[in-house]
């Protein structure tokens, strides 16, 4: 039998090797007497009594406690209010990181998308400040000139940046945030951001699925097909430097959100949160 160590003051004259032997003495009066009326001495304000549970109204029992320990309750937050995140979603090209971003941003409150600069030509149906901020090369070179991104590649012969100052102001807002990156980009992000961020892998159900999704997209040209194609293949094998994976299943995009809601939920509830970098 483990004996808590508070009691080893209490058990004289009861020995240790009797209780060992007997651990229905553990209960004994002269082990639990002096333990709590130690705790007397040292809280208890007042020995006022505690009234019947069965009869008493609520607040007077609650005002009865309060007494018998010589304290009010605190009506506190037990738990600090969790501190905002960055939430890093990246994926093969066509797995549906753009539709499970904008789903999450109408379902959650609180939660800013932050929206990429890019040199690519606006597809149809794209907002400029919405999707992308699109600009020249010229324009995009002289932010990384100013170190105003947090991360920039050139993706399929076009530059992507992640603004730094869109993600200082929403943090300090209390937003957490979402970053959208593909998979080089997450690999440069991770060494950027460490374990500050949360890195969630999305995938489809399976190869052909994402090949299909590509292609009825209809976005892009043969050429570009293969390209992505090909890299998706390579880029399946990156899965193992994220926290999660997140299958996006052909018409199952709700359920995909539900699980990314799932994720930011447990980590907000982490003991120990992750430490923010900005
Ligand atoms: N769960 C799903 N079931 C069926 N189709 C889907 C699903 N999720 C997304 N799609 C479709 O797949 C296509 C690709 O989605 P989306 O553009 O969001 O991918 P992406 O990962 O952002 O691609 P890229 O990296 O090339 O920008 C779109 O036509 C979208 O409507």
């Known amino acids: 039998m483990i004996i808590p160590r508070f009691c080893f003051n209490y ?3 009861i020995s240790l090797s009797k209780i060992r032997s007997n651990p229905l003495l553990f209960l004994h009066p002269l082990i639990t007497k002096p333990r709590f ?3 007397t001495s040292s809280r208890r304000a007042t020995s006022a009594p505690i009234p019947a549970v069965e009869t008493a109204d609520r607040p007077e029992l609650y005002r009865a406690l309060e007494t018998s320990l010589g304290s009010k309750f605190s009506s506190e937050p037990l738990v600090p209010t969790p501190r905002p995140l960055v939430i890093v979603i990246s994926g093969p090209s066509g797995v549906g990181k753009d539709c499970l971003i904008k789903c999450l941003t109408q379902v959650r409150e609180n939660i800013h998308f932050v929206v990429t600069a890019t040199t690519r030509p606006m597809r149809a149906g794209e907002v400029n400040g ?3 901020f699109f600009m020249s090369k010229q324009q995009f070179l002289q932010m990384i000139e100013n170190d105003e991104l947090l991360e920039y590649a050139l993706v399929y012969g076009d530059y992507k940046g992640i603004p730094k100052q ?3 102001d929403y943090m300090a807002k209390g937003y957490d945030i979402v ?3 593909d998979i080089q980009g997450a690999a ?15 995938v489809a159900e399976s190869e052909s699925e994402l090949v299909m999704r590509l292609i009825n997209r209809k976005t892009e040209s043969k050429e570009s097909l293969l390209v992505r194609v090909a890299t998706a293949k390579e880029e399946l094998r990156q899965m193992k430097n994220f926290d999660y994976v ?3 299943a052909e018409g199952k995009l709700e359920s995909c959100v539900k699980t990314v809601e799932s994720i930011i939920e447990a980590e907000k509830a982490k003991v120990l949160q992750r430490k923010p970098l900005f």
């Open 130 to 132: 919405k999707d992308y």
């Open 11 to 13: 058990l004289n004259p």
């Open 37 to 39: 009326s130690s705790m």
């Open 179 to 181: 970053l959208r990156v």
């Open 246 to 248: 997140v299958v996006n």
């Open 166 to 168: 869109q993600i200082r």
């Open 188 to 202: 440069t992000l991770k060494k950027i951001l460490g374990d500050s961020a949360v890195f969630v892998f999305l």
